[in-house]
């Protein structure tokens, strides 16, 4: 099984590995964008087998496919988000190059504002393999990372009009905060991108509040305070706490068991 991730979702990638207790051989592409998570791997004590970027895209990489159950992750760059329309090319054309690699695809992204795309019925009509993807208890497929925690389409619409214009927080973002704004460049147009800058852009945006979304995942305690407030000293915004029963991991449990199931037995 393949896993193609976005680093703001690593923390649901985590929580899919450590949930399942079959034995399984973790390989992680050695990439700059897969630090952070085989970092969280080592500190949850998965195991895993780092495997070089040439290797894999040469087929030298030293991965048995008749060796049990095989799960390969690769890592993009965050700063894919900042135009979606190369992300959603990219992510396309990863999948045709891994479709002769793995027998089934998890794709650990949101349509990241490519309004419409599903990317398990274009896998159907264009690849050899199935391709899932996150989908709420409706078989929606989710908007994005802010979806994907809130549980879905229908229950991350409500979320927006409890809490509009505000800018949405989860584990992962608040603990990779800097690497955040810098790759998705929250200040282009503007001459210098500093804490000043940083803070002008949200006002002119109107934002003023910032949403603490804790999907339980990931940062705990006082980790997370610690990576919210951080945010919130970078973009002045006031944190606030949504109401009990707002997050939901329907989406990060089903994606990882409608994947693994579709495996030939």
Wanted: glycine fraction near 10%; include cysteine.
């Amino acid at each position: 099984m393949g896993i193609i991730g976005c680093p703001v979702l690593e923390d649901e990638i985590i929580y899919s590995l450590s949930r399942e207790n079959d034995d399984k051989n973790i390989y992680v592409i050695d990439t700059p964008p897969s630090s952070t998570l085989t970092d969280k791997l080592g500190r949850a004590g998965i195991p895993f087998t780092a495997v070089g970027e040439w290797e894999f895209n040469n087929g030298y990489a030293e991965i048995d496919r008749d060796r049990g159950f095989n799960i390969v992750i690769m890592m993009n760059k965050l700063g894919l988000h900042a135009r979606p329309e190369f992300l959603r090319q990219t992510i396309e054309d990863q999948l045709r190059f891994c479709q002769n690699r793995f027998d089934v695809i998890a794709l650990y992204y949101g349509m990241c504002g490519n309004a419409g795309w599903d990317v398990s019925k274009w896998a159907s009509e264009t690849l050899d393999i199935p391709v899932f993807v996150f989908r709420d208890m409706n078989g929606e497929v989710c908007d994005d990372c802010i979806g994907v925690a809130i549980g879905g389409h229908s229950r991350y619409c409500d979320f927006v009009r409890k809490y509009p214009g505000m800018l949405y927080v989860t584990p992962s973002m608040a603990g990779n905060w800097d690497r955040y704004a810098e790759e998705l460049d929250f200040c282009k147009g503007f001459e210098i991108m500093d804490i000043h800058t940083v803070k002008e852009v949200f006002q002119v945006f109107g934002y003023s509040k910032a949403v603490k979304i804790d999907t339980g995942l990931g940062a705990r305690g006082e980790e997370f305070e610690n990576g919210c407030r951080h945010v919130s000293d970078e973009t002045g915004l006031e944190l606030v706490v949504p109401e009990p029963g707002s997050v939901d991991l329907y989406p990060t449990e089903r994606i990882y068991m409608d994947a693994k199931g579709a495996l030939r037995p």
